[in-house]
């Protein structure tokens, strides 16, 4: 595993010859953010709508918009985001949140990054910019869930941010099977136990476009990392090592 961060290119537009790539946007009461969000997907990729259950109309918004839409029944961050996994067909699959918080437009550095064999799993760092972007509470429970990370696994990451990006095959193969907010931290657990490069590079972060269902309140914050930490406790499972999972998934190609 490896663990850094890094000076990744982020373009705002894919470079030609970038390769295809799906992105789970989970989706809970987004309607307001979305146009922004869809519009700012590279061009060429294709955007799954998860929806978790709105109620605003996201969903047939996101229809009317061209993207994808997975409806999952079962409410939870991380079943959102595996039913956008589960859907995904590209090589490359990449998260990013639904509220306007994050530029999805920024995965296109991200996927090159990995298609280049710079790294494998790759996080973006949020950097705050705007009042109220990333309430202290919030940030608080980041903090020490990256400490306890550092613990588990001697990844030195500072955040476990949602904007991210991986091989399709290499997370199908993590096997992950929170669907709660522990999701996002386990599939960092497993890329390490892996062996998968896990790194990070700095991201704008802005206030979201209405109110959060998780971070905006301490309780929800605080259930997040009560989550995460039952996640923690997991045991390290001994899987096949990534490099070589890559050779073979490579010789395949």
Not at 125 to 150: D, I, S
Not at 182 to 188: D, F, N, R, S, T
Request: a positive charge; one cysteine or more; glycine letters at 10%.
């Amino acid at each position: 595993m490896t663990d850094s961060s890094s000076d990744v290119p982020l373009p705002s537009t894919p470079h030609s010859g970038l390769p295809r790539a799906d992105v789970v946007l989970p989706c809970l009461d987004e309607a307001a953010a979305l146009p922004w969000v869809l519009d700012r997907i590279p061009d060429g990729w294709r955007a799954i709508v998860v929806d978790n259950g709105s109620t605003d109309g996201s969903a047939e918004l996101a229809r009317s918009l061209g993207a994808t839409v997975v409806t999952e029944g079962r409410r939870g961050f991380g079943a959102a985001c595996h039913a956008g996994l589960l859907a995904a067909e590209a090589e490359f699959v990449c998260f990013c949140d639904c509220d306007g918080s994050l530029d999805p437009a920024l995965l296109a550095g991200f996927v090159r990054w990995i298609a280049d064999g710079e790294c494998d799993l790759l996080l973006g760092r949020r950097r705050p910019e705007g009042r109220g972007a990333w309430p202290p509470h919030a940030r608080a429970g980041n903090l020490a869930l990256a400490r306890m990370l550092r613990r588990r696994t001697g990844l030195r990451l500072h955040d476990l941010g949602p904007l991210r990006a991986a091989r399709r095959s290499e997370l199908l193969a993590l096997d992950l099977t929170d669907r709660r907010s522990g999701y996002p931290l386990q599939m960092v657990i497993r890329a390490s136990d892996a062996g998968l490069r896990v790194t990070e590079s700095d991201v704008p972060y802005r206030p979201r476009t209405g109110r959060s269902k998780v971070t905006g309140t301490w309780r929800g914050t605080w259930q997040a990392v009560r989550d995460m930490r039952g996640v923690l406790r997991e045991p390290s499972a001994d899987r096949a090592p990534g490099r070589a999972a890559r050779a073979e998934a490579g010789a395949a190609r």
